[in-house]
């Protein structure tokens, strides 16, 4: 939508410093679990087999080396194989002839460590973004 009225080049306004600040950097600790505090259980896990539920309950084991992982990842400029990877599956319409593409629907399953990162990532631009 481009070409809509909000997404004119004049509506858009850069990002004062101290927004910039907020939404750059390395990730904390408390920035993750936060994110992933908001996970609902009893979703699916990804690829790897892991739950929210694992993250939430082994968090103060595994939370210092997830974030030191994400980190990694913000310097280098590359997330882990693992961290990148998805599943696309097709899934069909309820009542819908199968054997028709537009019946199914595709779904990705990815990784909630990736999750936890992209909902870090997501909770610091909303701080900054202003609503129309």
């Given at each position: 939508?481009?070409?809509?009225?909000?997404?004119?080049?004049?509506?858009?306004?850069?990002?004062?410093?101290?927004?910039?600040?907020?939404?750059?950097?390395?990730?904390?600790?408390?920035?993750c679990?936060?994110?992933?505090?908001?996970?609902?259980n009893?979703?699916?896990p990804?690829?790897?087999?892991?739950?929210?539920?694992?993250?939430?309950?082994?968090?103060?084991?595994?939370?210092?080396?997830?974030?030191s992982?994400?980190n990694?990842?913000?310097?280098t400029?590359?997330?882990?194989?693992?961290?990148?990877?998805?599943?696309?599956?097709?899934?069909p319409?309820?009542?819908?002839?199968?054997?028709?593409?537009?019946?199914l629907?595709?779904i990705?399953?990815?990784?909630?460590?990736?999750?936890?990162?992209?909902?870090?990532?997501?909770?610091?631009?909303?701080?900054?973004?202003?609503?129309?």
């Amino acid at each position: 939508m481009y070409g809509s009225t909000f997404f004119k080049p004049e509506n858009i306004s850069p990002l004062k410093e101290d927004e910039q600040q907020l939404c750059e950097g390395l990730v904390l600790g408390n920035e993750c679990l936060s994110a992933l505090k908001e996970f609902k259980n009893a979703k699916s896990p990804g690829t790897d087999g892991f739950s929210a539920e694992f993250y939430k309950l082994f968090w103060p084991e595994l939370g210092s080396e997830m974030v030191s992982s994400f980190n990694f990842a913000f310097r280098t400029g590359t997330l882990s194989i693992s961290q990148r990877r998805g599943i696309i599956s097709l899934i069909p319409k309820k009542n819908k002839d199968k054997t028709f593409l537009e019946n199914l629907r595709p779904i990705s399953l990815l990784n909630v460590d990736d999750k936890i990162l992209r909902k870090t990532i997501a909770k610091r631009l909303k701080k900054v973004l202003t609503k129309s």
